[in-house]
């Protein structure tokens, strides 16, 4: 038993905007009511004091990379869901880019096992959507779903042909399963580093342009439309990009996207042959920035997702064009978007708190709501807090973040899943 005493509980699902007790039992949710009316002597377990705090849904990221199995030196689900706790998450999607690859039912159950037994939050196993994530010949979907996968990819890459993203299309369809799709055009990223502009001319690194994510987006978005299936764009990083999702949303197609906070708070003016900067796809342009703002503000963009990509520091220290694409995600997800979008005026708290909520757990299929008989998945957090992100903190076995020793108001204060307090600043 837990009670949550006194925080300002906001809530999209049910518009609440107020100060609220929230009692938990056994995994969920029993009570919500406003401070002071639950009786306390009926109350015998943990009470955690939220004045001052915001108690929010449960934050679910829909895009990391946990690395078990087979990149273990990386990340593991144990230290991953850790690190995933420390940032506010109780829930996280892990993409099938594993060794092997998730691309069957006993990866996938595997994943399951190893969630069960040692991780800190909620882990919901995206599969491959071909083979391997080679792109030749279709995965097999229907069995890893009854095992409990909640999505197909192949990220990292593309689904390699249109054909073949048809081909999952229609599969998906018909299992309601949203296909998210690292949207890229393999043949114009080809050997880039970084995106292509006036820095990677400056920088002398070969670059790709913001067609190489658009051209594939626009692909996609016409598949959808063909099929009818869900499609859900990840770390969508371009302005044509995010206007194709809009006219897709406009025209009612089943079209959804997240925005990673790495992109929309660095540029390309950003990286200065610091791998921590490299990531796939890159950071963008100043105006594409601007856009993915805007998204975020004006209802565009579903999601903020982390694609938390840990690289152990052996890997990811050598030169920018050597080292592999990727940075860690979840501990400083939440204060970026406080500092970008909130404190800067461009979204309020409400928004803020959808996009790391029901906004996500819409693209699944899913609810999230702070009412009784829900599961009992919380996220608190401050808003002004100051403190400053300590990478080598981390319970992540990777310090690939270019965020180390930035100084953030506000951030994670508890994470609670299924009714037990998992992280406490
Ligand atoms: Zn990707
Ligand atoms: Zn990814």
Request: aromatic share 4%.
């Amino acid at each position: 038993m837990l009670l949550i005493r006194n925080g300002r509980v906001i809530d999209p699902a049910t518009q609440t905007d107020a100060l609220r007790d929230v009692r938990l039992d056994g995994d969920k949710i029993v009570e919500v009511a406003a401070p002071g009316q639950i009786q306390l002597d009926a109350h015998n377990g943990e009470i955690f004091d939220a004045t001052g705090f915001i108690v929010a849904p449960g934050f679910i990221d829909l895009h990391a990379h946990l690395r078990e199995p087979g990149q273990e030196s990386s990340e593991t689900i144990e230290t991953g869901t850790k690190s995933a706790a420390r940032g506010g998450f109780t829930a996280v999607c892990c993409m099938p880019n594993t060794k092997p690859v998730n691309d069957n039912a006993s990866v996938t159950r595997f994943i399951l096992d190893r969630a069960k037994a040692s991780a800190s939050v909620r882990v919901w196993p995206i599969g491959a959507a071909s083979v391997g994530s080679k792109g030749e010949a279709i995965a097999e979907i229907a069995a890893m779903r009854d095992a409990g996968i909640v999505a197909v990819s192949d990220d990292g890459k593309p689904i390699a042909t249109a054909k073949l993203t048809r081909q999952v299309m229609d599969y998906c369809l018909s299992l309601d399963l949203p296909v998210i799709e690292h949207s890229e055009d393999v043949s114009l990223a080809a050997g880039a580093v970084m995106r292509e502009g006036v820095t990677s001319t400056r920088l002398g690194l070969p670059g790709m342009p913001a067609a190489a994510e658009s051209v594939c987006v626009a692909r996609d978005v016409q598949l959808a439309e063909l099929t009818g299936a869900r499609l859900h764009v990840a770390h969508l990083s371009a302005k044509a990009s995010l206007e194709q999702v809009r006219s897709a949303k406009s025209r009612g197609l089943r079209v959804t996207c997240e925005v990673t906070p790495h992109h929309f708070t660095l540029i390309d003016e950003d990286v200065q042959y610091d791998s921590r900067y490299k990531m796939n796809p890159p950071l963008a342009a100043r105006d594409d920035r601007k856009a993915l703002i805007e998204g975020l503000a004006d209802g565009t963009v579903d999601a903020i997702a982390t694609d938390h990509a840990p690289h152990e520091p052996a890997l990811k220290d050598v030169e920018f064009d050597r080292a592999p694409f990727g940075v860690l995600g979840f501990e400083t997800a939440l204060a970026l978007a406080l500092e970008q979008l909130v404190h800067a005026g461009r979204i309020s708290l409400m928004r803020l708190v959808e996009l790391f909520t029901t906004g996500p757990a819409k693209v699944l299929g899913m609810e999230r709501k702070i009412w009784p008989g829900q599961p009992g998945d919380l996220t608190i957090f401050s808003f002004e807090q100051p403190w400053t992100y300590d990478v080598k903190q981390s319970p992540s076995k990777s310090r690939n973040s270019p965020f180390d020793g930035r100084q953030f108001k506000g951030g994670p204060v508890a994470a609670i899943v299924a009714g037990r307090m998992i992280h406490k600043k």
